[in-house]
């Protein structure tokens, strides 16, 4: 992969304007550097990939990929990230207020990644009470703070 | 050297206000939870307060990031020590011999001596930035284009080298950073490179909001990704540091923090090396090497003490060469180029009080760990309790007003989550994070200095090998990436192998 974007980003820095109306010579020219980078890059890139054949080749891709990482559930990594998104993507800047969009995702958050404890504990309403109070106070003191104290004009 | 104590104290008077004083207690008070809380990093840490102090005053907002960036690697310690969870990548060696400590019912004793170690280290530190940053600063005004191209390139090959385990994809990661800092227009012609039309991109990508992204955003990827350490605390004895132990091993204190400095000094290592570094030097020289992993107060001194040495280490290339020594290191660079403080060769010309306000910045950096270290314990033992659901969500609300803050625009955010999203898998594939954090600053140093110097010399690329200082670098370039080349270890070890084979 870093290989193809090496070579791509060679590409891309030999189609730059040369800049020679102005007077440029060679080393002067935009692309060169990026162009030295990208050859670097697909150079290294090149080596990672032969070394990671010779590698699977050796052990197999199973064992060459091996990870002991014990991880979550992809199901709930990919709901935190779809939460992250929309907020980020959608409630910020979209003309929903800053303060009810913050309000919102943490809430959201907290409730939706505490519902299955909270459910085996037969809490799920005090679960949404804390999740709203955390949602709303954090919406509230990351406001104030920004534009009361650091005078910064929130999205 | 008296007009540097002069300094040295008109720096700590200006520093004796309320106000400063208040913001020393609170940020070193951040900077230990951040470090305490594992997943999140003193890189993180100093990337967020950066945009929360914005539009302070710029020594106070730097007053704030030093305190931060000291208490992260202290805090660290704490989850090493009570969960056998390193709060901080510096942090991973003092989980061998401090978790071991708690297990044995001396988690107080063990964090007494993470405090001590680690307010030694700052002090060993902060002791040498004082000392080395002027002379340091006057040797860098010989450099040239030339040299600086070597050195940001050192500072990224090095790191690439260091910080991970495997060289290849540490230059790799350095290489995206270089690449990334093309983007936007370059500084003669001002032509846009790689902005595809796009005005935002034309301006370039903004350091803050990529740092937030990739350490900020991306370690809450993590965090999220991995599943979550059942938290379990050992019963705990007194906090307070024992005179004894400090007493007992000055030695390995006084070593750890020539090692935690110097390996600071090195562009783009970072705290984790040096932590580890004066741990293996602490083994080799003890004569309780058995003890080493199963409860060593020796080790456990010689890693605390080595990644706070680290920090005004780390500094000390911030302000001489415009060269970081680690990764928030360089995040406290950007910020001191936002707040307007020119760092480089000539600080000790235009600003050489300010080299003497940041060793103050350590000193109540150091200052406050130490009163945190000796009260906070059942307060850092409750944030580490709360549940995981609740931080992270504030903590990304922080990484996407922090990026808007800046300029305030959006497409700050969409960068924050563009390197969120590059940094997670990076970090998923097991590239290291810091090299792409040095490209990323270094990148444009090295490009200015590559194309001056071949417009100095008429496109001669001769200067570049002959001039000494760049002779220097340049071999040192060359042998760490010989060294890192497996054929050549392999013939290495046999060569060193048959030269021992005839001595045996």
């Given amino acids: 992969m870093w290989a193809a974007f090496g070579c791509l980003m060679t590409v891309l820095s030999w189609q730059m304007d040369r800049m020679t109306s102005q007077g440029a010579t060679l080393h002067t020219a935009p692309g060169l550097w990026p162009g030295i980078i990208g050859v670097v890059l697909a150079t290294l890139g090149g080596m990672l990939m032969v070394r990671s054949w010779r590698r699977a080749a050796h052990i197999g891709w199973d064992a060459a990929q091996e990870d002991e990482t014990d991880y979550a559930p992809a199901r709930s990594f990919a709901l935190a990230v779809a939460l992250f998104m929309i907020y980020a993507l959608l409630l910020v800047g979209r003309g929903v207020p800053f303060w009810l969009g913050t309000a919102i995702f943490v809430s959201a958050f907290i409730f939706v990644f505490q519902v299955a404890g909270r459910k085996a504990s037969g809490g799920i309403a005090r679960g949404a009470i804390v999740a709203l109070a955390c949602g709303a106070v954090t919406a509230a003191a990351v406001t104030y703070l920004f534009e009361h104290v650091f005078y910064v004009r929130l999205p | ?504």
């Fill in chain 2, 1 to 504: 050297m008296f007009d540097g104590l002069v300094a040295f104290g008109h720096s700590i008077w200006n520093f004796c206000d309320p106000l400063s004083l208040g913001l020393v207690m609170l940020s070193s008070l951040v900077g230990v939870v951040i470090g305490a809380l594992p997943g999140l990093t003193a890189t993180m840490g100093v990337a967020l307060m950066t945009t929360l102090t914005i539009n302070m005053p710029s020594n106070q907002a730097l007053l704030v990031l030093v305190c931060t960036y000291v208490g992260a690697i202290y805090g660290g310690s704490r989850s090493a020590i009570l969960l056998n969870i390193p709060g901080t990548p510096a942090s991973a060696a003092s989980c061998l011999d401090g978790y071991a400590l708690a297990k044995q019912g001396l988690a107080g004793r063990a964090m007494g001596i993470a405090t001590s170690g680690s307010v030694l280290g700052t002090l060993i530190g902060m002791f040498f930035l004082a000392l080395f940053t002027p002379v340091l600063g006057n040797l860098a005004l010989k450099f040239g284009a030339y040299e600086f191209f070597w050195l940001a390139l050192f500072g990224v090959i090095v790191a690439g080298t260091l910080t991970g385990n495997d060289p290849l994809k540490g230059w790799i990661a350095g290489l995206i950073g270089i690449f990334v800092a093309t983007i936007g227009q370059e500084a003669i012609y001002a032509y846009d490179r790689f902005s595809f039309g796009s005005r935002d991109l034309a301006g370039g990508i903004q350091l803050v909001p990529a740092l937030v992204g990739a350490f900020g955003f991306a370690e809450l990827l993590v965090a999220v990704r991995e599943r979550p350490a059942p938290v379990k605390i050992n019963p705990f004895d007194s906090v307070i540091p024992k005179f004894k132990d400090v007493a007992q091993y000055w030695r390995t204190i006084l070593r750890s923090g020539v090692i935690g400095t110097f390996i600071g000094i090195l562009p783009g290592v970072g705290e984790d090396v040096a932590a580890w570094s004066s741990y293996a030097a602490a083994k080799r020289v003890s004569k309780e090497k058995e003890k080493f992993g199963k409860g060593s107060i020796d080790g456990l001194m010689a890693a605390e003490t080595g990644d706070n040495a680290c920090v005004p280490g780390a500094v000390i290339p911030v302000l001489t060469l415009a060269i970081p020594g680690s990764a928030p290191a360089a995040v406290l660079m950007a910020a001191m180029l936002i707040h307007g403080v020119r760092p480089g060769p000539m600080i000790m010309v235009e600003s050489p009080a300010f080299v003497y306000d940041v060793v103050a910045m350590m000193m109540f950096a150091t200052i406050g760990i130490l009163i945190y270290g000796l009260t906070l314990t059942n307060l850092l033992i409750k944030v580490l309790m709360v549940p995981k659901p609740i931080i992270l969500p504030i903590i990304f609300v922080l990484c996407v007003v922090g990026s808007y803050a800046i300029s305030q625009r959006l497409f700050d955010v969409w960068v924050m989550l563009a390197f969120g999203v590059l940094g997670y898998a990076l970090r998923r594939l097991h590239y290291p994070v810091a090299p792409l954090v040095l490209g990323l600053v270094l990148g444009d140093l090295m490009e200015k200095g590559f194309r001056r110097g071949l417009v100095l010399s008429d496109g001669d690329l001769t200067p570049f090998f002959v001039r000494p200082i760049s002779a220097v670098l340049w071999i040192t370039i060359v042998l760490v990436i010989l060294f890192k080349i497996p054929l050549l270890q392999r013939l290495g070890r046999r060569l060193t192998g048959r030269a021992a084979a005839p001595a045996a």
